[in-house]
């Protein structure tokens, strides 16, 4: 059966009672959608401030490729395995956004038997937290023209205004585009553009955000534009635009609780891409899990060299959490697709494109523990291709490494296919031992913090920038050296080149441009082709989706 119609026979616990019976949460601090969503009230997460904090456990993975690792289905798996092991344990994921739901990736709720329920809710309108980050975003946009328009008193020049448009679908012809045209009545006409949502400052602050105090704060210092002439910085404050702001995402700030196919329970909340954002769910609720939980489980976006080191270098230093063990998924299918096998060809059997393509895990193994200290585990996302004689190769090459490497069934199985990999994260969550730590200091310039990456992840051989970014760097680097750093590349290589597959090295990376996110407090580095708007393909996933006369859809994976 397909991802749906596995997820359209699952029976699902009402949400009040699984939360009750699971997580000691009363009916009134739940604020219901429908009866298996709800989201959790401020009050009672505030009320969970004494208590101790959980284990918790992050999943990453290896560098995507069409042949797919599973990091979400994982996720989930282990999550469960958890629980039917006796261990009170949470996940907590992103929210999937309609962008790609609709071109190339399809839903991100999980897969088989490992899934987010209520599937079709998750991965379309869900509670509406991202029509409402939309909304917030765009209303900034409106004040600023309607600002200018009104004679612009605060003197800001139109050609240096940092604040974009917004829209959560892939639409390539919405990236660069002139505004106001018609004559005086609309406006004065200026170059714009659109970014997707989860690219949006606005999403970032929601997703790192402790409060609505912070919320409403964050969203003052975004950073609109300069004056003309004396160039000095104008704020969302300035514009008196955030208050309304956060009032349109008092409800969004509030984490999303639902259940997998087994009836645990997940928060699915915030759901920014790790290639142009920093791709983590929310801090409230990582942080309101590991309250309630003794184990939680969360992911970071597509490869370690993206939501992992962002996930630490971004997340982890703002909200003052880290992870005690990392899981690394990865596939036979996708190592030997590293290894410069045809898609076609991925389900025959192939020692020699496998040990050419383990680089790629190598790489992103070696990364979590030389370079961020901690223990990791390789999970191998199991498909009923793979031959005996390549999971052995694939586990003795990771144990070669200092590592294990378990075989996981979860997508076939539920969380029975990842005990195995439980057991081995409940090993090395026994032994406590983890050195954690940031890969770069927190005061370091910019342009060290950018070098950092580039070398000691990506594996380049240095940076180049040109004149008008390292006018930018130049720029910001006084006043916004203290920020980390969230660099924009491929998701699909190590380098900014999307064809180089494995673990190219001596390359040189790229900045095409840099954005201070003043209210999320960090500085986005944009490097090579990559866009923060993407566009459909040519056979766009939306082609597949349909519903019937009774409301029951299909096509979405």
């Known amino acids: 059966m397909s991802d749906i119609e596995i997820a359209q026979l699952a029976k699902m616990e009402p949400i009040i009672s699984l939360a009750k019976d699971k997580l000691g949460i009363d009916a009134e601090h739940l604020d219901p959608y429908g009866r298996y969503k709800a989201k959790l009230s401020l009050e009672f997460i505030e009320g969970l401030r004494d208590r101790p904090d959980g284990k918790l456990v992050l999943v990453t993975a290896i560098s995507p490729t069409p042949a797919g690792e599973g990091k979400t289905t994982t996720t989930v798996g282990l999550g469960d395995a958890l629980n039917r092991l006796g261990h009170k344990s949470m996940i907590c994921l992103r929210e999937p956004a309609l962008g790609p739901c609709f071109g190339v990736k399809g839903g991100a709720a999980g897969g088989g038997y490992s899934q987010v329920m209520p599937m079709e809710d998750i991965n379309l309108h869900f509670t509406g937290d991202f029509h409402a980050i939309g909304v917030a975003h765009n209303l900034l946009s409106a004040m600023i023209d309607n600002h200018i328009h009104q004679g612009n008193e605060l003197n800001l020049d139109v050609r240096r205004l940092h604040w974009k448009r917004v829209i959560d679908m892939n639409d390539r012809a919405l990236r660069e585009m002139v505004v106001a045209l018609g004559g005086a009545p609309n406006g004065f ?152 096998v045809e898609v076609k060809d991925l389900g025959v059997e192939n020692l020699e494109a496998l040990e050419r393509g383990f680089v790629n895990l190598e790489r992103h193994l070696t990364n979590i523990q030389q370079q961020f200290g901690l223990p990791c585990v390789v999970g191998i996302n199991h498909f009923v291709s793979d031959t005996p004689a390549e999971v052995d190769l694939l586990k003795q090459k990771v144990e070669a490494l200092g590592s294990k490497a378990i075989v996981c069934t979860h997508w076939a199985e539920g969380g029975k296919g990842a005990e195995n990999l439980a057991h081995e994260v409940l090993s090395i969550l026994d032994k406590g031992e983890t050195g954690f730590r940031f890969l770069y200091d ?35 680097s006084e006043e916004y050296s203290h920020f980390p750093v969230c660099i924009a590349k491929t998701q699909t290589s190590f380098s900014h080149d999307p064809t180089l597959k494995g673990a190219p090295t001596g390359h040189i990376l790229p900045i095409r441009e840099v954005r201070p996110a003043h209210g999320a407090e960090f500085v986005v580095v944009i490097c090579g082709s990559i866009m923060t708007m993407p566009g459909l393909p040519k056979k766009p996933a939306a082609e597949r989706i349909d519903v019937d006369e009774m409301g029951k859809i299909s096509g979405l994976f």
């Open 442 to 476: 927190e005061h370091a310039p910019l342009w060290d913090k950018i070098k950092a990456i580039a070398t000691k992840i990506y594996g380049a051989a240095d940076i180049t920038a040109d004149i008008k970014a390292r006018r930018q760097l130049a720029e910001l």
């Open 189 to 340: 006409p200026r170059q714009d553009g659109f970014d997707i949502i989860a690219a949006s400052e606005v999403m970032a602050i929601l997703c790192l955000s402790n409060s609505i105090k912070e919320l409403r704060e964050r969203l003052g210092n975004i950073l609109v534009g300069y004056t003309l002439g004396d160039n000095k910085a104008i704020f969302a404050r300035d514009l008196r635009a955030h208050g309304a702001m956060a009032a349109l995402l008092k409800d969004a700030l509030l984490p999303n609780l639902v259940q997998t196919l087994e009836n645990n329970p997940v928060f699915v909340h915030g759901g920014p891409f790790a290639n142009i954002a920093h791709g983590c769910n929310t801090v409230i609720a990582t942080k309101t899990a590991l309250k309630l939980a003794d184990i939680v489980v969360t992911e970071a976006g597509f490869g370690a060299d993206l939501g992992a080191e962002k996930f630490i270098d971004i997340k982890c230093r703002k909200a003052g959490i880290q992870p005690d063990v990392v899981v690394l998924v990865a596939t036979v299918r996708a190592l030997k697709s590293h290894g410069g």
